[in-house]
């Protein structure tokens, strides 16, 4: 058995109407196995004779995954490329914290982001910026861990 949610409900609908209205419709439908797996299908559809219906489905599942992490992946490229270009231009060192944390907190979407630099001299961590959930910047010179 096969569930469609009702948001591809509406979506099967639409691609039936085209189907009607133009002889053919392409499109992508993701599916519920009974397993619980999600599938995603791309389909095309074609009224070969009066009445008589020529169907493709292809399994995507595993491209819309994998596009999915380079999409992933190319917004932590561009966060590190943006922070890089920061630091070669005139900003001050708590402007270019705060930028390079909220880039990482919009990346991770995490609660709380700290930046934390090593002090070889005294072998420790010392943190030197972080933003909470309220988004709230602090910089802290000594703040070790």
């Known amino acids: ?15 039936f109407s085209e189907l009607k209205e133009r002889g053919w419709a392409r499109g992508e ?3 519920q196995r009974n397993d619980g797996r999600l599938v995603i299908l791309d389909f095309s559809t074609a009224e070969v004779d009066k009445g008589i219906f020529q169907c493709v489905f292809r399994d995507i ?7 999915e992490e380079i999409f992933e992946q190319n917004k932590v490229l561009i966060a590190i490329s943006d922070v890089a270009y920061s630091l070669m ?7 270019v914290l705060h ?3 909220a880039k990482i907190k919009d990346i991770t979407k995490g609660q709380f982001v700290g930046i934390y630099l090593l002090d070889k001299g005294e072998k420790q961590l010392n943190l030197v910026g972080h933003m909470n959930r309220v988004l709230e910047f602090c910089r802290s010179s000594r703040a070790s861990m």
């Open 1 to 15: 058995m096969v569930v469609l949610s009702p948001e591809e409900r509406v979506k099967a609908g639409a691609m």
């Open 29 to 31: 439908i993701s599916l």
């Open 61 to 67: 599942t595993e491209r819309k995954k994998r596009e």
């Open 89 to 95: 231009g005139p900003m001050k060192l708590d402007q």
């Open 99 to 101: 930028a390079a944390i």
